[in-house]
């Protein structure tokens, strides 16, 4: 996942960057070593007791620069999915990249999101996923023999599955 930059990071503010946890410009050790960490607590600890994580892209645009979400005012209609998919309420698609929600699951009584921005909104551009994914293993190296095996091995499975797609 990459994030623009800030006034805390170096570089020049707005640029895309890959950053977990936006901890590089704080971070005192390896962050290979950092992301080996969190792998193993999720190995030490019951799933049931971990956290859940999605990922959301709130600021998707339409091929005229048009922000397809109504707004930061909506976005606890996407938790409330989230809440209800971890509940076993809501239902979700299968995707290369995860699970999305599906179209009848998100609450969108009193919105004007049209079919078509919604159609977007949920959907999974493959080409532009495998040129992104192109780009992690430049982000890898930078850890050395301290990147987890485990995030390289997921890589691989990402890149699978967007092959197959």
């Not at 936006?22 to 070593?33: I, K, R, T």
């Not at 992301?35 to 007791?49: Q, R, V």
């Not at 938790?79 to 309420?89: H, M, P, Q, S």
């Not at 699951?105 to 551009?125: I, R």
Request: aromatic share 10%; charged share 25%; with cysteine.
């Amino acid at each position: 996942m990459s994030s623009e930059t800030t006034a805390a990071a170096a570089g020049a503010i707005g640029q895309l960057r890959r950053d977990p946890f936006a901890m590089l410009p704080f971070c005192g050790y390896n962050m290979g070593d950092y992301m080996g960490h969190w792998l193993e607590i999720g190995e030490a600890t019951d799933a049931d007791k971990l956290p859940k994580i999605y990922y959301v892209n709130w600021f998707r645009k339409d091929a005229n620069g048009k922000w397809l979400w109504p707004g930061f005012g909506e976005n606890s209609r996407v938790l409330k999915w989230i809440i209800d998919r971890i509940g076993g309420a809501a239902k979700g698609v299968e995707t290369p990249i995860g699970i999305v929600p599906a179209k009848s699951e998100l609450d969108l009584d009193g919105l004007d999101v049209p079919a078509a921005d919604l159609e977007t909104l949920l959907s999974v551009d493959t080409e532009i996923w495998k040129q992104e994914a192109g780009l992690v293993p430049e982000f890898f190296a930078q850890f050395g023999d301290h990147l987890p095996t485990a995030l390289a091995d997921e890589h691989a499975k990402l890149v699978e599955r967007l092959d197959k797609a």
